[in-house]
T-cell receptor
Framework: SQQGEEDPQALSIQEGENATMNCSYK?????LQWYRQNSGRGLVHLIL?????REKHSGRLRVTLDTSKKSSSLLITASRAADTASYFC????????????FGSGTRLQVQP | DAGITQSPRYKITETGRQVTLMCHQT?????MFWYRQDLGHGLRLIYY???????DKGEVPDGYVVSRSKTENFPLTLESATRSQTSVYFC?????????FGPGTRLTVL
């Protein structure tokens, strides 16, 4: 079963606009991570937010976490055509093993 | 080359054949993982390993076998391939929270 569910499934915006993707999950977590996947490639880690953090920034990325609502959002500001990719949230919950549970992803298309 | 590599990148096989997908990492990370990626399912964990000679099942382990005799290698074997195992397979490694992914192997079972 999937822990994280992303919303929307697909998003198309113009270059320069902001893109917001949301992730909901079901159980308590230790941290939540966002990954990017370019077409035909492996996933690349973007940012990690711990369960005791509410917001984190990294360059043009802003991640929020609301543990009471079991949800997270990823904001990409001033998007570029190169941001076109699929974005996945992944939750980590310590159960004796270091395994992530991935959502089904949001496909972002940034039009030049 | 440093990093994590997978081979082959593409594989076509027939139902019932045994197939082994290779994964090699140069960081000496303790943890290694195998995922499959299918449309609408995101990534699902098949097997993972916490160290050499330590492996455990993930979410979808049926039909797969793994081994980890050396820290840097984590091969995945489909003992008798089925059409439902057509997928893209990703290997990953980690020594902390962040996972590093290989480029993937696209497997087609006819």
């Amino acid at each position: 079963s999937q822990q994280g569910e992303e919303d929307p499934q697909a998003l198309s915006i113009q270059e320069g606009e902001n893109a917001t993707m949301n992730c909901s999950y079901k159980t308590s977590i230790n941290n939540l991570q966002w990954y990017r996947q370019n077409s035909g490639r492996g996933l690349v880690h973007l940012i990690l937010i711990r369960s005791n953090e509410r917001e984190k920034h990294s360059g043009r990325l802003r991640v929020t976490l609301d543990t009471s609502k079991k949800s997270s959002s990823l904001l990409i500001t001033a998007s570029r055509a190169a941001d076109t990719a699929s974005y996945f949230c992944a939750t980590y919950r310590y159960t004796g093993r270091r395994a992530l549970t991935f959502g089904s992803g949001t496909r972002l298309q940034v039009q030049p | 080359d440093a990093g994590i590599t997978q081979s082959p990148r593409y594989k076509i096989t027939e139902t019932g054949r045994q197939v082994t997908l290779m994964c090699h990492q140069t960081w000496s990370h303790s943890y290694m993982f195998w995922y499959r990626q299918d449309l609408g399912h995101g990534l699902r964990l098949i097997y993972y390993s916490a160290a050499a000679d330590i492996t455990d099942k993930g979410e979808v382990p049926d039909g797969y076998v793994v081994s980890r005799s050396k820290t840097e290698n984590f091969p995945l074997t489909l003992e008798s391939a089925t059409r439902s195992q057509t997928s893209v397979y990703f290997c990953a490694s980690s020594d902390g929270n962040e996972q590093f992914f290989g480029p993937g192997t696209r497997l087609t079972v006819l």
